[in-house]
Nanobody, 119 residues
Framework: QVQLVESGGGLVQPGGSLRLSCRAS????????MAWYRQAPGKQRELVAR???????NYADSVKDRFTISRDNALNTVYLQMNSLKPEDTAVYYC?????????????WGKGTLVTVSS
């Protein structure tokens, strides 16, 4: 089995920063893409940022130039540095990873960490 555990959420004032972390553990052979998604109340889950195994990244337009995704392959960990936070960034943030235990890749999800941006 594979587990993804997020950490780093919390309450922050507008304009502030937070850093989310997500570590994958278990019977992992290889991890391909890792990503952060978020779901705000009453809205669908949306992709925030993705990073490939080789380090290529892409971002939602709403977070470009404010958020930075990175990963440490040796630790099976992905990070999301969030700067200049806005109230509309309030959401539950979920970690996602494409993991192979055998030869096939399957998507795995963390349980989420709540980020609240409010004064």
């Amino acid at each position: 089995q594979v587990q993804l555990v997020e950490s780093g959420g919390g309450l922050v004032q507008p304009g502030g920063s937070l850093r989310l972390s997500c570590r994958a553990s278990g019977s992992i052979r290889r991890i391909n893409d890792m990503a952060w998604y978020r779901q705000a109340p009453g809205k669908q889950r949306e992709l925030v940022a993705r990073v490939t195994n080789g380090g290529s990244t892409n971002y939602a337009d709403s977070v470009k130039d404010r958020f930075t995704i990175s990963r440490d392959n040796a630790l099976n960990t992905v990070y999301l540095q969030m700067n200049s936070l806005k109230p509309e960034d309030t959401a539950v943030y979920y970690c996602n990873a494409d993991v192979s235990v055998t030869l096939l890749y399957s998507p795995y999800w963390g349980k989420g960490t709540l980020v609240t941006v409010s004064s």
